[in-house]
């Protein structure tokens, strides 16, 4: 009676099949975190985008109820006593106050920044952040 050896019928994958398999998925993994860096970037330039319109809303709001207010509209920098409270957004924005708070500063949202600059008020318009 013989006995058939199980080692002289294997079938599986041999070594240069399986790093082949290795280079593949490690190639398609590099250029899917590229891809990931890319869109996180993007969201947060959209999100920092997205900052910049909420304060022109706040300032513009501030603005309407001091012009239908009792006193009406005083000056710019009753405005800006104002709104420098609420200029604190969501989570994960930061605002830096320029050296003159007034006219600018930095908005910061995770790695995205940009440098603002404000258009002061006056009575026939809102101020503005550009």
């Known amino acids: ?4 050896s199980s080692c002289l019928n294997q079938n599986g994958f041999t070594l240069i099949e399986i790093v082949s398999v290795m280079i593949i998925m490690g190639v398609v993994a590099s250029v899917s975190i590229q891809k990931f860096d890319i869109v996180s970037d993007t ?4 999100a920092l985008i997205s900052g910049i319109k909420e304060l022109n809303v706040r300032e513009s709001l501030v603005w309407s109820n001091m012009k239908i207010s009792g006193t009406g509209y005083t000056q710019d920098e009753d405005l800006w006593t104002t709104v420098e409270p609420i200029l604190q957004l969501a ?3 930061e605002w830096a106050a320029g050296p003159d708070r007034n006219s600018g500063g930095t908005l ?4 995205a920044s940009r440098s603002l600059n404000r258009q002061v008020s006056s009575d026939s318009s809102a101020g503005r952040w550009q």
């Open 108 to 111: 910061k949202f995770k790695t």
């Open 43 to 46: 969201a947060n330039q959209r």
């Open 1 to 4: 009676m013989r006995k058939e």
């Open 91 to 93: 989570r994960g924005y």
